[in-house]
């Protein structure tokens, strides 16, 4: 994949992280890059102080470096500033962080030299991952702590996950053919100045969380033919009269999903305890609102975040005089390195904290569904529990308090992160963004919702078998069978946190959705 031409989409950030496909800089953006170095350079030598290249950093800005200094200054930049704390966020992430960062360095503006950027291009493509902990960026002046410790490695330093083994990061470069850089000036700031890593656990997240909307309407077509539940607030008059795309979607993939089925709308004597009234609970009745809402959050949050994706968001910012090139004629136009605020992580955790709640209600109303198919008094005459001598078995009474549980945990981490800001570097950075813990927090609601619809799959699915002689849907009866390959039917009480687990899976590992993919048009 070319970097440098052509704007970065979620799909090449997928590709590129989970496919491993390799990335190289294009011709444009070389000659981008170099130009830039070599303006750096220039300013840099004819000693005019230039905020992070011969000054000092943040409080420290008033300080001037000996020209004969600037490597030492940079490499101490990024070692000093590499000071996280907390889990090593997932290999996913970093890979994410480090293609975000080589897509904005190969902008042009950063000053950095093509021989350091191509260096971060070949940890990428030969899969030399960085051990970035998850805690220490407050959003602004960018995710300077995160990106630091994925820097470290180009300085022979750090901790690196290689070949599935964790070694030091000088080890790690030399397994894989690569060579240590002594850096120059600005190159410290350009490689950890930027909102990559914030940018990065939201894109991971939105990826997941676009998949996970089509999984939610999926399971929860089950829970509807489960009581037997009324399609008509599926109509899509109905929803063509709201005018909201994402409700559309939703209301027609459930449709789908229970096309051919005998229960879903089935009437009150055709199904042994069903209780005759025209509506049903919000959970079901409202499914695709609430679900399209979080659809439609997504569209905007993806937007946010692919337009950061493709934003130069370090400083100072370096503008070099335009020079004569082989295919085009640039006139000249003198040169600038400006400090700005790009770095500031606001867009992004704004966006981030719309996700999460987006997120978290997702969570919500499949944990009601849950609910609504284990309590005998609302599930249309299933046994309690959905087994069989309620009292001496639980049946599935516990997976719906789980479910509960990780509603709760969604809930305690909904405050937007973006509304708090404490200040930094001797109050020169007075007001920060929070972009990474609003980050942390959709990453972690998204794995809790993977596990609250496992859970409703599986209680939909041990409902759906208590439900004999119907034909179910051609959707719902496709990931019934999928359930059933891997957890078998509870006739009785038994130990329940494999099946919790292994239903979990199956959402998280795409399994559900490619199943679903099979029979959607």
């Known amino acids: 994949m070319l970097i440098g031409d052509a704007s970065l989409t979620l799909d090449d950030l997928q590709a590129v992280v989970e496919d491993r496909q390799n990335v190289e800089l294009s011709e444009p953006a070389c000659r981008r890059v170099a130009r830039a170095a070599r303006y750096v350079r220039k300013r840099a030598e004819e000693g005019e102080p230039v905020y992070g290249v011969t000054t000092g950093f943040g409080a420290n800005r008033d300080k001037v470096i000996d020209p004969e200094d600037a490597g030492i200054l940079q490499e101490r930049l990024i070692m000093s500033h590499a000071s996280g704390v907390g889990d090593p966020l997932s290999t996913d992430v970093v890979r994410a962080m480090m293609l975000l960062r080589i897509n904005a360095l190969a902008q042009g503006n950063s000053g950095i030299r093509l021989e350091t950027l191509e260096l971060l291009v070949e940890m990428l493509n030969r899969g030399v991952h960085p051990v970035v902990p998850e805690m220490g960026s407050v959003g602004a002046s960018g995710d300077l702590c995160p990106l630091a410790h994925m820097c470290l490695p180009i300085i022979g330093r750090g901790e690196v996950e290689y070949d599935g083994e964790t070694m030091d990061g000088a080890s790690a470069m030399e397994a894989a053919g690569l060579e240590p850089m002594m850096l120059t000036y600005k190159e410290g700031l350009a490689l950890l100045n930027g909102t990559q890593a914030q940018t990065a656990l939201g894109a991971m997240a939105a990826i997941r969380f676009r998949e996970v ?309």
Do not use: W
Request: charged share 25%; with cysteine; hydrophobic share 40%.
């Open 213 to 521: 909307l089509r999984c939610a309407d999926a399971i929860g077509a089950m829970s509807l033919e489960a009581v037997a539940g009324r399609k008509a607030a599926l109509d899509e008059r109905i929803h063509s009269l709201r005018g909201r795309e994402g409700q559309s979607e939703s209301a027609r993939l459930i449709r789908e999903m229970l096309e051919g089925s005998e229960l879903a709308g089935a009437e009150p004597g055709e199904v042994d305890g069903k209780v005759e009234y025209i509506q049903d609970s919000y959970c079901l009745r409202c499914m695709p609102q609430v679900h399209g809402a979080s659809r439609d959050a997504l569209a905007h949050v993806i937007d946010v975040l692919v337009n950061e994706a493709n934003a130069v968001t370090d400083n100072p910012l370096v503008f070099p005089p335009a020079e004569e090139d082989a295919a085009e004629h640039y006139v000249e136009t003198g040169g600038d390195i400006l400090s700005g605020g790009n770095f500031h992580g606001q867009p992004v955790a704004l966006a981030l904290d719309y996700m999460k709640n987006a997120i978290a209600e997702l969570g919500n109303i499949a944990e009601r569904r849950c609910a609504k198919l284990t309590d005998k008094y609302f599930s249309e005459g299933l046994p309690p529990f959905l087994v069989s001598d309620a009292g001496l078995n639980s049946g599935m009474m516990i997976p719906q308090y789980v479910a509960a549980a990780l509603v709760s945990e969604n809930k305690s981490q909904a405050f937007p992160a973006s509304v708090d800001s404490i200040p930094t570097s001797a109050n020169m950075e007075d007001h920060v963004s929070m972009g990474m813990h609003a980050g942390l927090h959709a990453y972690r609601a998204i794995e809790n919702v993977e596990t609250i619809l496992g859970i409703e799959y599986l209680i939909a699915s041990q409902a759906l078998d208590l439900r004999e002689g119907f034909e179910l849907g051609k959707g719902t009866g496709r990931l019934h069978e999928l359930l059933r390959e891997h957890v078998s039917f509870m006739d009785k009480d038994r130990v329940l946190s494999p099946d919790v687990q292994k239903a979990s899976e199956l959402v998280r590992d795409r399994s559900v959705y490619r199943a679903i993919c099979e029979v959607s048009d």
